[in-house]
């Protein structure tokens, strides 16, 4: 059983900061790629930021230059610093890692549950 737990939402003003946190635990063998998606009221989930094992990051057009992802492979878990926030960065915030928990065979998708990140103009 794995799961991804996220931490670090909340209410910021525009032009603030924050960190989110998302902790992989369980049967892990191996973590490929961990990243962020958002899903604001009445849209789609969109990619924000995710980070591959290899090291190259890729980021959400909205979002660059504004977002960081990082991660601490020993502690299976990933960051997103978020800077310069804007009222439509408002959304649940969903950590997201491709997993595997046997030393052969392929890796699975995981999903937290979210974490809401509320910026007020």
């Known amino acids: 059983q794995v799961q991804l737990v996220e931490s670090g939402g909340g209410l910021v003003q525009a032009g603030g900061s924050l960190r989110l946190s998302c902790a992989a635990s369980g049967t892990i063998v191996r973590v490929n790629a961990m990243g962020w998606y958002r899903q604001a009221p009445g849209k789609q989930r969109e990619l924000v930021a995710v980070s591959t094992s290899g090291g190259s990051t890729n980021y959400g057009d909205s979002v660059k230059g504004r977002f960081i992802v990082s991660r601490d492979n020993a502690k299976n878990t990933v960051y997103l610093q978020m800077n310069s926030l804007k009222p439509e960065d408002t959304a649940v915030y969903y950590c997201?890692?491709?997993?595997?928990?046997?030393?052969?065979?392929?890796?699975?998708?995981?999903w937290g549950r979210g974490t809401q990140v509320t910026v007020s103009s």
């Open positions: 997201n890692a491709d997993i595997g928990t046997r030393w052969y065979g392929g890796t699975s998708n995981y």
